[in-house]
């Protein structure tokens, strides 16, 4: 059979099938102005007897979740540093499952279901905790409009 010939028939094979719909089974994407707004600033938070994961994310060559260093005086990213903080932060993800995302489930207390040890400490006592739940949110799908905590 000639490859144009071929080439015709596959197209008209692939033009037949129906688009693909969205459903539960798909991942959920994440949503850069909700990271922006809700969940990067929990990177700046500290918490009681703990520092914040600014303080040891921002080291080259610790773990691989790597935060941009605030620039001199500033108490929050410029966007530039917000899409690489949120780059950084979405490899730590498995989209729409929190439990299976290692950003939920590393610094979550180990008899919450969390991973054994975390060197910055366990921020987070359950998977009930408001901060928990934000970040499970974003992992999840949530969007700020969407969103109404």
């Known amino acids: 059979m000639p490859i144009a010939a071929l080439v015709l028939m596959m197209t008209a094979l692939v033009a037949q099938e129906p688009a693909p719909t969205p459903d539960a089974s798909r991942p959920a994407s994440l949503d850069y102005e909700f990271f922006k707004t809700r ?10 007897g703990l520092v914040r994961c600014v303080q040891c994310h921002v080291r080259v060559g610790g773990s691989g979740f790597l935060l941009q260093a605030l620039g001199e005086g500033a108490t929050t990213w410029t966007e530039e ?3 690489k903080n949120f780059e950084s932060a979405a490899r730590f993800v498995a989209p729409g499952r929190p439990t299976a995302s290692r950003l939920l489930m590393h610094p ?18 359950a998977q009930t905790d408001p901060e928990w739940q934000l970040l499970a949110s974003w992992v999840s799908g949530e969007t700020v409009r969407r969103f109404v905590r």
């Open 108 to 125: 979550l207390a180990r008899d919450a279901g969390g991973d054994p040890f975390h060197g910055g400490g366990k921020h987070w006592n």
């Open 81 to 83: 540093q917000t899409q």
């Open 39 to 48: 969940v990067q600033p929990l990177f700046l938070t500290k918490r009681p």
